[in-house]
Nanobody, 127 residues
């Protein structure tokens, strides 16, 4: 089991950037699929991005492709989400998630794949 702590959220104007970080502790980290989800007020939690354990494969929600970049540092047990060209629709609580089975393919977008979750960090984008 991994313990996950997110940081880096905040308030920015549209067009700005933020970099979210997720610090992991606990079980071996370098075999886990890692992901970011987000939840806006009144909406369901949705997939944003994921990265394989190696980290050769990345996945993105269509609305963030070309603006967000997920990365990881296995030696430091860290996962990052660089968010550029933010817009008000990106406003949400962002959660870090971990899957110990190393799922690949379309399944990475399904919440039920992930066993461990952080507490979330708020991102607010004003127009």
């Amino acid at each position: 089991q991994l313990q996950l702590v997110e940081s880096g959220g905040g308030r920015v104007q549209a067009g700005g950037s933020l970099r979210l970080s997720c610090a992991a502790s606990g079980s071996p980290f370098n075999t886990y699929l890692m992901a970011w989800f987000r939840q806006a007020p009144g909406k369901e939690r949705e997939f944003v991005a994921a990265i394989s354990w190696d980290p050769k494969t990345t996945y993105y929600q269509d609305s963030v492709k070309g603006r967000f970049t997920i990365s990881r540092d296995n030696a430091k047990k860290m996962v990052y989400l660089q968010m550029d060209r933010l817009n008000p629709e990106d406003t949400a609580v962002y959660y870090c998630a971990a899957d110990r089975h190393g799922t690949m393919g379309a399944g990475v977008k399904w919440r039920g794949v992930y066993e461990d979750w952080g507490q979330g960090t708020q991102v607010s984008v004003s127009s």
